[in-house]
């Protein structure tokens, strides 16, 4: 069965720090892998997207990785800012299908 | 979310009454989706509409129905609301360069 499973499912981080987020998945055939952030109250916005033959892809103080050995990412956000408490989704797509899986998301909340 | 527009933003349903929610694009894209987001699951597939005319079956369809008259405007509609549709409900559309994906900003459903 095609999952996708992230982790923590939340995270509390002080401004500054560096956090990193994980995402593991079992979809096959793999196609490429998503990382968006979606603010409360807003719809999705797409950070990073990397395909099989990508293995890191950057978007400001975003740093994704992907292992396509052994099927996991990570989002590495870098000197955390308020503005990046929200919730961070991993989404992944498989070749032979439409259709996207999502993670359920890790909650970040960044504190003064 | 710009060229993606749902509307309403938020709506209180009685059970067992019906509403209709829009999503209207100007991006020119084909396949538009609608999504379901509950806490601590991730984003579940209603419907999705590959082109004008035409629509398929996602995960979760029971209670809805759809309609794509044309190419700009994808509607999900609630025959008979129940509280299991409470729900933040997504429209999506799928550019078919780059892997592109847009999320309108959500419907907010409470059904009582």
């Known amino acids: 069965k095609n999952q996708v499973e992230q982790s923590p499912q939340s995270l509390i981080i002080l401004e500054g720090k560096n956090c990193t987020l994980q995402?593991?998945?079992?979809?096959?055939?793999?196609?490429?892998l998503r990382w968006y952030k979606q603010d409360t109250g807003r719809g999705p916005v797409s950070l990073t997207i990397m395909t099989f033959s990508e293995n890191t892809k950057s978007n400001g103080r975003y740093t994704a990785t992907l292992d396509a050995d052994t099927k996991q990412s990570s989002l590495h956000i870098t000197a955390s800012q308020l503005s990046d408490s929200a919730s961070y989704i991993c989404v992944v797509s498989a070749s032979n299908t439409d259709k996207l899986i999502f993670g359920t998301g890790t909650r970040l909340q960044v504190f003064p | 979310n710009a060229g993606v527009t749902q509307t309403p933003k938020f709506q209180v349903l009685k059970t067992g009454q019906s509403m209709t929610l829009q999503c209207a694009q100007d991006m020119n894209h084909n396949s538009m989706y609608w999504y379901r987001q509950d806490p601590g699951m991730g984003l579940r597939l209603i419907y999705y509409?590959?082109?004008?005319?035409?629509?398929d079956k996602g995960e979760v369809p029971n209670g809805y129905n759809v309609s794509r008259l044309n190419k700009r405007e994808f509607s999900l509609r609630l025959e008979s609301a129940a509280p299991s549709q409470t729900s933040v409900y997504f429209c999506?559309?799928?550019?078919?360069?780059?892997?592109?994906?847009?999320f309108g900003s959500g419907t907010r459903l409470t059904v009582v």
């Open positions: 995402c593991n998945y079992t979809v096959s055939p793999f196609s490429n």
């Open positions: 509409s590959a082109s004008e005319g035409t629509t």
């Open positions: 999506l559309l799928e550019s078919s360069a780059d892997y592109g994906y847009t």
